[in-house]
DNA sequence: ATGAAAGCGCTAACAT
DNA sequence: ATGTTAGCGCTTTCAT
C-alpha cells in the first residue's frame, strides 16, 4: 500500500480512502491512486483491513452434514443471497458430531466472523457452544435448532408439514402407515417425529411401526426389508427425509412392491432426488431461499439492534407439499401438484 | 491478550509463547497464563495472529458446484485430510462460471490464505485467472485442470476410466453404443470424450451418437428421450458422469426399455446415487481420499520448496470400474465387482 | 526464561 | 480534501 501511495505520489491515508471509497478524493488524485494500484496488481490485505476496522465482512455456516443434498441446496441458496453484498462465506460442517461442531464453532469465532447461522447436529449436546457462542456474537440457527435455549432460529414448520403428508396419505385412502425416520437427536427429526404421531391420530390412521434410524440412503433399505418381511404391508410409508425414501423405493421394488398400488411412500425435503427416482416421489418442499433470506435478515437485523436483547426471533416458513407418483396413479408422469403452505393449489409440468 | 497477561503477573510476550508454545516457558508461569487464559474465557485473535506471523493457517478450495454429489465427496476427503493439521479449509463454488471463480480466487488471494487447491470449471476460460493466482501462491488444480498452462494438477485419470468402461462393455456383447456428456469444456469432459472415442475405435464398437449437453440429471432424460425416438437402439449407453446414467436409468424404465438386458447404461464417480438406483449403476470410482491426499501433498511440497521453480507435477490415479447390474444380469443384486485400476478383481456385498 | 518494544498492513481520528 | 499519527491484537526480535 504505501508502494502505491508513494507512486502516486499522495499519503497511505488517500490510498485507503480511494480504495474503499469512505470519504471524497478529488477526481485526479483518484485517478492516480487507481491507476497506480493497478499497475503495480495491488490487493488490499483484508486480514489487515478487518483487524483495523473490527469487522471481516465474513459470515460462518455450520451444517451437520454435506453428503445430504439438502444441505449443498441450502448453502447455495445462503450464497447467492450474499453474493449481492461483498461478503464472505466460510462454509464448515460439523459431521453430525457435536464436538467437532464446537470446535468449528471455535475456528470461526477466532477468524473473527462477523456472524454465524449455525445448523446443530444435535438439540442436546450442541446446546452449551452454541448458546455460548451466541452470547458472542450474532448468531441463528437454520433449519434445525437446540432445546431449550432462546436463540433466533429460522426454518420450516416441520409439524405442519408432515400434517400435510398425513392428511394427503388419509385423502388418498391410506388407514395404515408405518412411519420411518431419524433417531430423535437433532430438532428436525424431533419435530417430524411429533408431526407424524399427532396428524397420524387426527386423522385415524393406524401406526403400524415406527423405525428410528439415520437421515440415510441405508436406513431406508434396511427399514424396507424391515416391512415387508413383518407382513402385512401398511398402506403407506412415511419417511423422515428423502434420502429414507429414495432407499426404501429403491428396495421396494427389488422386492417386488409396487408403489404406490401397494404402498405410498412419502419423503420430505423435496431434494433433485425426489424427480428422479421412479416412481418419483411425494415430498415436503423447503424453501431454501426463503429461508435463507429471512436467516440473514434475522442476522442483520441483531447486529443493529446489537446489545439491546431483543427477544428471540422464530420464524417457521410453512413447507408446500409436492404430489407425485409414489402415493398417487400415474395418470400423466411429469406433472406434480403443488399443494402450497396458504393452500393454494398448482400443477406444473416437470423436468423437460 | 493484555487482561490475560495482567492476570497471570507476566507480559504479552510470555503469555504469546505460553499459548502457542514456540518458546519454553517456565512451568509456573505457564501454569498461572493457562489458568488465568481459561478464567478469562480468552480465545487468541487470528487475524491478528496471522497478519503479525504473515500467514494463516488457511487453504482455499474452489469447486464448479456443489450440488453435483461428486463435489462434495471430494470437499469431505479434503476436509477430512485437513482435520490433523488445525488448519482451516475456506470453501469456495464457481457455480459453473468462470467470472464467479475468478472472483473467488481474488476473495481467497485477500483472505490470505496459504495456499489454493482449484478445479477450474474452464479450460480456457479460467486459464488466465487461474495462472495469475498460481504466481502469488502455492495453487494446485484439483480433478479439472485448465488447459496450455503447467501448474500442479491431480486427479484420475479419465482416459483410463472410460477405456475401463467400453472394455468392460465390449467384453458383455455390446457391438454399438451412444455416448452422452457434457460439452467439452472442461477438461474432465473433454477427457472422457476423447477416452471413450479412442477406446471405441480400439473395441471396434459402432459409435451411433455423441450427445453433449451437462452433467446433469436434466440432461440424462433429454438424451435417453432421443435416444430411444431414433431406434434402433445402441447396445450401451455411456454417460460422462452418473448424474446424467441416473436420469437416464429413470426415463428409461418410464419408457420401458430394460436394462441391461435391451440397453447397457454406465456412469462415471461412482457418487452414491449409483448404488441406490435401480438398477444399480456400473460406473468409474474416484478415489477420493488420495487424490485428496496427494493434492495437500503437493501443496506442502510447493510451500517448502517456493520460488525454486520446480517443474509441474502431475499426478493422474488410475481408478477402478465398479461393475454393478446395469451391464450385467441380475444374479445377485448385492454384489458389486471391483477392478481396480492395478488390475486386480475383488467381490463385495452392498448396501447391508 | 522473561520483558520491552517494534511492527505486520491497514483505517480512522485528528489535524490542517 | 489531504496528510499525520495512532493503534487494531498479536508475534518476535532484541535485550537482559
Redesign the interface.
Known sequence: MRDVAERAGVSTATVSRALTGSRRVSGDLLASVLGAARELDY??????A??RRRQ?NSLGLVVPE??N?FF??L??AV?RELDRS?R??????S?LDSTTECRQL??L????VDGLLVSPCDALKSREAVVATAAKIPLVQLDREVEGSNLDWVGIDDHAGMAAVVHHLAECGGRSVVFVSEEPANSSARRRLKGFLDSAFECEMQVLGVLLGTFS??WG??AANRIVSSRPLPDAVVCGNDLIA??ML?EL??LDVHVPEQLMVTGFDDT??A????PSLTTVRQPHDEIAAKALELLAAKDAVSKSRRKAQRVAVIPSLIIRESTTERAN?FAEVIMAGDGTVAERSV??
Open positions: 490487493q488490499t490485505n483484508r486480514l489487515a478487518s483487524l471481516t454435506i453428503g443434498p449443498p441446496a448453502v447455495e450464497e461483498d464472505q462465506l466460510l462454509l464448515c460442517e459431521r471455535n475456528a469465532l477466532q477468524q473473527q440412503l441405508a433399505i434396511e429414495i432407499g429403491r421394488a427389488l433433485f432426488l424427480q428422479c427416482c421412479l408422469s423436468l423437460r
